[in-house]
């Protein structure tokens, strides 16, 4: 049962779902980790992407790779648009507007006047065929038991693991760059790098735009994974994982995102299957958790394990606590 649980665990952790968060994460580690942007609405750049690819192809029969396009122009608008109000303000008016505007979007994209091109609430479907036409590996399953991954899978893990280890290569270059040491400069304190010459709003605007960037491709990976685009499938506790998993990994760290979202899926689903185990033998009453409560303890005791974290450990587990002091004036 514990060997079940802990394969179960590992399976979620590399799969590609614990692949596309650490991919959004290192999003939000270039927002969050190195500028410290409070960014709270991540998930809207993912949603943004996940309708730029699906849209292109559904809606309007384009290329799936027009479609990616379309999602890195979808995420640079909408980061000019979050950003130019807000940058030159507090640090706390970012993450009003950035989790306001994810929410407004995703009422747009369910809307009824949205339905003929978004789908509505029942979303787009299908339009990931192209990507899964050049899918190498051959149809069946690979692996055995509560670790395993259907063809599908294991061609949309390669091409995410893959954008997971370009992005971090990226992101590890640009912070020994100059332009990194100045957005490192900005996070500490805004006034210094504006008393040195510096235009702090083009470099904000810069380290959001890449950051939204990246999180819209994640966005754009979950579409094609899940072959659906529906849009409750994005909201705010999408960034509220990406903000535990980045804590736990230790934000900016170019490993950390990587590391706390293979941590996180594993806890979480090796809590989830082990608990549902405990339940269905009677090993755990009924009386005490019942079969419908083990998805709300499994996240009860995600909290504690964050709650604990940030207590004995705030900055994660390879990072610095001195990198969760943010200027945020």
Not at 300 to 312: C, E, K, R, T, Y
Request: contains cysteine.
């Amino acid at each position: 049962m514990i060997w079940d649980s802990i394969l179960s665990g590992a399976q979620a952790a590399v799969g590609p779902v614990g692949a596309i968060y650490a991919l959004a994460a290192i999003g939000l580690n270039m927002h969050f980790g190195y500028t410290g942007l409070l960014n709270f609405g991540q998930v809207g750049f993912m949603l943004v992407g996940a309708y730029a690819a699906a849209v292109a192809v559904s809606t309007y029969g384009l290329s799936l790779w027009i479609g990616v396009l379309f999602a890195v122009l979808c995420a640079t608008a909408l980061a000019l648009l979050l950003g130019i109000p807000t940058l030159r303000l507090r640090a706390d008016y970012l993450a009003i507007t950035t989790i306001a505007a994810a929410e407004i979007l995703r009422y747009i994209y369910r809307a009824d006047f949205a339905q003929s091109i978004t789908g509505g609430v029942y979303g787009l479907r299908q339009f990931a065929n192209g990507f899964y036409a050049v899918n190498p590996f051959p149809s069946g399953s690979y692996g055995g038991g509560n670790f395993s991954f259907l063809a599908g899978d294991m061609w949309v893990m390669v091409i995410t693991w893959g954008l997971v280890a370009i992005f971090s290569v990226l992101v590890w270059l640009l912070m020994r760059s100059p332009w990194g040491r100045v957005l490192r400069a900005i996070r500490e304190d805004e006034d210094a790098a504006r008393s040195l010459g510096k235009n702090v709003f083009n470099y904000k605007m810069q380290s959001l735009i890449i950051g939204g960037i990246i999180g819209a491709i994640a966005g754009v990976m979950l579409a094609i994974s899940q072959q659906a685009v529906t849009p409750d499938a994005f909201k705010p506790e999408v960034t509220f994982d990406l903000y535990t998993l980045l804590i736990l990994g230790g934000a900016a760290r170019v490993f950390g995102p990587i590391l706390g979202s293979l941590l996180f899926w594993f806890l979480y689903n090796f809590c989830t299957s082990l608990l549902t185990s405990l339940v269905s033998q009677g090993d755990i009453p009924q009386s005490v958790i019942s079969s419908d409560e083990v998805g709300a303890v499994t996240l009860a005791l995600v909290g504690l394990g964050l709650i604990l974290l940030m207590v004995f450990r705030p900055q994660g587990i390879l990072g610095d606590r001195r990198e969760m002091l943010l200027d945020v004036r």
